[in-house]
């Protein structure tokens, strides 16, 4: 290989080399540094901005060529990798703040060196996730996640939740790696290649359904789908967010799922698009139909996430049947198979981890306060804590997708996506879930502001950092709920720029 051709190809990856080197220094602050436990929250963050800069240089670069900068025969450095890794790097910048709010990390908790450096490789692997265009790539960058993911859950030993969710994560993590696996090399046997193009270009001298690849991508899903929390691969979901660190199941609903949903959109684009109309329509290869699969998988989704939440009690865990519920929708809009759909799914992640993570933060403050999670523990909890009862009320209004928040632009996509393709009882199920989602968002603020506490409550104040750090969060939920344009202008560039490339 050419070595100028080599180091040329590393300026592709800067936002990973910069991960990996933050990687190893915080690793080497925890081992010779006696106070590191002080400094790491700034290093990482500080890593986490460089990293950031060097996704915003990417994206200048796109656009004054007007094209994807650059492929690698492993990684592909386009528009949806820079806007999904943008996505991971904010999200994992909160990771920290929530870190440093949560008071779980008190007692019992001195290795701070590992847990900075288990996220970093968490986010070193969902970068790989997130630009793999080879199937070797897109298995070890899973598995890299999921290691991180699995140790990270159940971090707090002294807890059994926690090491309950860390093992129920390995088991079922194992089993889906496994399945997926085992998809890799059934389509490795018939195409000869792991290369997702070369795939591309086999499959496309078959005209007719194929049997082998119907199971392989069928199993392949199985790993991905694993990763987005789509049934039936979703069995992990609850016990894992309820027993894991606040802080950490906040970060998996977000960072992992949206390169999740990354993976599975290039996946789809590399592997079985053959081509994109001008109107923005795929024409997918005819050796499997993905649209009914994801139709399909989404109403189940969906439907499932909904209906199971209305019957929890405790918050996180409604938090979590509520992230399945909206991977349904972003299944929804996925199964569109269109530029527009990608698009919703885009615009709908940027908002999500707004709303998400704002509602997993008010609920670590007030547990902070009452040491609780239980909806029946939140009674009263609106005229003790007005700030938090507000913002956890705007979260979770967004969550529905109701208006004036960025949760109905978010949701409004999805359906206007659906509508143009024609997939109207897909959307009025998509609108029936909305409904469904409302009951128990506002079941949460009944208790907060309409039931009375059992004792008398006592008036809490909240500290300027805590304070500041859900303002950042509210704030864009409701002024994206009204000025929207950058959002959407800079998802529709992205798409321009990932579909010119076909």
């Keep these: 290989m050419n070595i100028d051709y080599f180091f040329n190809s590393l300026a592709f990856i800067n936002p990973e080399i910069c991960i990996s080197v933050g990687l190893v220094v915080i690793l080497l602050l925890d081992l010779f540094l006696k106070d590191s436990k002080k400094y790491l929250p700034y290093t990482s963050i500080l890593f986490l901005l460089v990293t950031l800069y060097y996704l915003i240089d990417q994206v200048m670069m796109m656009e004054q ?12 450095v386009d528009s949806l990798g820079t806007y999904f890794k943008i996505i991971v790097v904010v999200s994992s910048i909160f990771l920290v703040l929530f870190t440093t709010l949560s008071n779980e990390f008190e007692k019992g908790f001195e290795r701070f060196g590992e847990y900075y450096t288990l996220i970093f490789g968490m986010i070193l692997g969902m970068f790989f996730m997130i630009s793999a265009a080879d199937l070797i790539l897109i298995y070890l960058s899973i598995e890299l996640v999921s290691l991180s993911s699995y140790v990270l859950a159940g971090f707090i030993k002294t807890s059994k939740k926690s090491s ?17 696996l085992f998809g890799i090399s059934l389509i490795f046997g018939l195409t000869g290649s792991t290369n997702l193009y070369e795939i591309n270009r086999f499959l496309g001298m078959i005209t007719a359904p194929n049997l082998i690849v119907f199971f392989s991508a069928l199993l392949i899903f199985a790993g991905i789908g694993y990763k987005i929390s789509s049934v039936p691969f979703h069995f992990w979901t609850p016990d894992v967010y309820e027993g894991a660190p606040t802080p950490i199941t906040a970060y998996l609903s977000v960072a992992s799922k949206a390169a999740g949903f990354a993976l599975l959109i290039r996946f789809l684009k590399l592997g ?107 009674d009263g909890l609106g005229t003790s804590m007005p700030y938090l009862g507000v913002s956890l009320g705007i979260f979770l209004v967004s969550l529905t997708g109701l208006p004036p ?58 500290t300027l950092y805590e304070a500041s750090v859900v303002f950042v969060l509210a704030a864009p939920v409701l002024i994206f709920g009204i000025f929207f344009t950058p959002l959407v202008n800079f998802a529709r560039t992205s798409i321009h720029f990932l579909f010119s490339a076909l």
């Design 65 to 76: 060529a007007f094209k994807p900068i650059g492929y690698l025969p492993m990684v592909a």
């Design 164 to 180: 309950e969710a860390s093992l129920k994560y390995l088991l079922y993590g194992a089993t889906s790696s496994g399945v997926m």
């Design 405 to 462: 928040t960025a949760g109905f632009i978010g949701k409004l996509y999805v359906f206007l996506a659906l509508i143009d393709s024609n997939m109207i009882v897909l959307a009025l199920i998509l609108l029936l879930n909305t409904v469904i989602s409302l009951y128990y968002y506002i079941r949460v603020l009944k208790h907060m502001f309409l039931n009375k506490r059992k004792d008398e409550p006592v008036a809490v104040k909240n």
């Design 272 to 378: 079985f698009i053959s081509d994109v109309v001008s109107t923005g329509i795929w024409q997918t290869l005819p050796v499997f139909n993905w649209r009914d699969l994801l139709v399909v998988l989404s109403i189940l989704t969906m439907t499932l996430g909904n209906f199971a939440a209305l019957w929890q009690d405790n918050v996180k865990r409604m938090l979590a049947y509520s992230s399945i519920a909206h991977a349904g929708y972003l299944l929804a809009a996925l199964s569109v198979q269109t530029e527009a759909g990608v698009m919703a799914v885009m615009i709908y992640f940027a908002v999500y981890l707004l709303m998400n993570l704002g509602a997993f933060l008010v609920v670590i403050l007030i547990n902070n306060k009452i040491n609780s999670e239980n909806i029946d523990d939140y």
